[in-house]
């Protein structure tokens, strides 16, 4: 079994998609950083000091024993204050668009690398050549038909 289980974990595939992961985590905190601390703060200064965390709608009661702001969806989520944080949600969907965008660019680049590496194949290809003995029958046969016998 330890066998069988080394044999998997040495085929390349099983490595490729470590490797990817790892990858693929470290490139979303990039991503949110970009969203988070550049994009974001860009598009709220552009409509007047927006910020998308403050964006929520609350569902329910806040605790009598709350002390914290209002306008705090962090605080309140915290608290147990049911919400819709529509806010967070806008910017799930700007990182979203970031990654997807990036990943297309990547295997856009790829396919093209590819394309470029693989040779083309031939427009038509020739039949393949008869071998000696296929081409001797048939002059055989033709002959015999000439003949009439």
């Given amino acids: ?10 085929r390349g595939n099983v490595l490729d998609l470590a490797v990817g992961v790892i990858i693929g985590g470290a490139f979303a905190t990039i991503t949110k950083s970009l969203t988070d601390d550049v994009l974001l ?9 927006t ?6 709608i609350r569902l329910g009661p806040i605790p009598a024993g709350y002390q914290g702001s209002l306008a705090d969806y962090a605080a309140l989520k915290a608290a147990g204050v049911p919400l819709i944080g529509y ?30 590496v693989e040779p083309e ?11 000696p003995e296929v081409t001797l029958l048939r002059e055989i046969r033709d002959t015999l038909k000439a003949t009439g016998s």
């Fill in 51 to 56: 910020d998308f965390s403050r964006f929520f």
């Fill in 41 to 49: 703060p860009v598009i709220g200064w552009l409509f007047g000091g």
């Fill in 1 to 10: 079994m330890f066998k069988e289980f080394r044999a998997f974990i040495a």
């Fill in 87 to 116: 806010g967070a949600f806008v910017t799930a969907i700007v990182n979203f668009l970031i990654l997807a965008f990036i990943i297309f660019l990547i295997v856009r680049a790829a396919n093209r690398m590819i394309a470029t």
């Fill in 121 to 131: 194949a031939p427009a038509e290809a020739a039949p393949p050549a008869e071998a």
